[in-house]
């Protein structure tokens, strides 16, 4: 699977920004579409993912609430909403596909997108 990150901006705390991930290659359904971000200094951590054969859904606590994760299944891209957004919320933002669902560890995903900068103003 090849997976592309976009979306990524500058954005003012409060603010809203919509990320995509565009899915190639296999057969997407079989995999869950993840979101991790990586603040600088900090470890990759896991925001949300998605089942793509039926839609079912996983969050962090920190993204609980405020963003929401979906996919269109026609254009084979996944998304993240994020509303209220925070300058903790300030990091690279990755795409990611993995065989099994529920996972939050980096080291369960396989495939990976190249990343998209999400900074959050105060």
């Known amino acids: 699977v090849q997976l592309q990150a976009s979306g990524g901006g500058l954005v003012q705390a409060g603010g809203s920004l919509t990320l995509s991930c565009a899915a190639s290659g296999r057969t997407v359904s079989a995999y869950a579409l993840g979101w991790f971000r990586q603040a600088p200094g900090k470890e990759r951590e896991f925001v949300s993912v998605i089942s793509w054969i039926d839609g079912k859904t996983y969050y962090a606590d920190s993204a609980l609430g405020r963003f929401t994760i979906s996919r269109d299944t026609a254009k084979n891209t996944m998304y993240l909403q994020m509303n209220s957004l925070k300058p903790e919320d300030t990091a690279v933002y990755y795409c990611?596909?993995?065989?099994?669902?529920?996972?939050?560890?980096?080291?369960?995903?396989?495939?990976w997108g190249q990343g998209t900068q999400v900074t959050v103003s105060s």
């Open positions: 990611a596909a993995t065989n099994f669902w529920g996972v939050r560890d980096v080291y369960e995903y396989d495939y």
